[in-house]
Structure formats: C-alpha cells, structure tokens
C-alpha cells in the first residue's frame, strides 16, 4: 500500500496560497511508539533535478525551514489523525516543483517513507 498521500496542488498566480496535506497510511508506521518526524520537500523540473529539503516538524513540534521558505511556509500536523500540512504564501514562480511529504521514524532514522508527490505551479 501507499504510506503517505499528499494532495493539495494546483495552478496559482504569483502571490497566491494554497495549503498542501500528507496523509499517513498504516503502511507508514515506525517501530515502537510510532514516534516520527514529517518533512516536506520538492522537485523543482530542471536539468539534474534534485529532491531539496524545505520544512520539517518534529515528533515534538519543532519546525524547520530552509531560508528561501521562511516566512512564507509554515509547517503543521495532526497527531490525531496522523497528517501534516504545508500552508504556502506569497508563492513565487520558483517555487513551482513536485511536493513530497517523508517521515522519518524518530528512533530509527534508517526507516523513512515517502509520498507519490503533489505539482504546484506558480505562474507569474
């Protein structure tokens, strides 16, 4: 089965927001407790592209930015019902790219799922 779903992504001007969620499957449960850390990151369509680290939270809530995001991105999840989210503003044309949610067991980081990816596109 699929361990984590993203959805959320679209097609928005410059400017704009959207909110993007990761829902995890019980195909993505970590040993013991369950414990997990949830990061979000993306695929910009280039040449040589690579998967870039943008946010992450914590299992304690501690959050993470990489700068070209701060301010503008704020990463969130619901224990409860075991999903992040990503709320996305002032959206830039650069920021147009593939979005993948991961979580990474928190006691066994060699144990890490990843999503199938949501496209956001920015246009100017």
């Known amino acids: 089965g699929v361990p984590l779903v993203e959805s959320g992504g679209d097609s928005v001007q410059a400017g704009g927001s959207l909110t993007l969620s990761c829902a995890a499957s019980?195909?993505?449960?970590?040993?013991?407790?369950?414990?997990?850390?949830m990061s979000w990151h993306r695929e910009r369509q280039s040449p040589g592209k690579e998967r870039d680290f943008i946010a992450s939270i914590s299992n304690a809530g501690r959050t993470k930015y990489v700068d070209s995001v701060k301010g503008r991105f704020t990463v969130s999840r619901d224990k409860d019902n075991d999903m992040v989210f990503l709320q996305m503003t002032d959206l830039k044309p650069e920021d147009t790219a593939v979005y993948f949610c991961?979580?990474?067991?928190?006691?066994?980081?060699?144990?890490?799922?990843w999503g199938q990816g949501t496209q956001v596109t920015v246009s100017s």
């Open positions: 991961k979580r990474t067991c928190a006691w066994r980081p060699n144990i890490f799922y």
């Open positions: 019980e195909f993505a449960e970590c040993p013991g407790s369950n414990e997990n850390d």
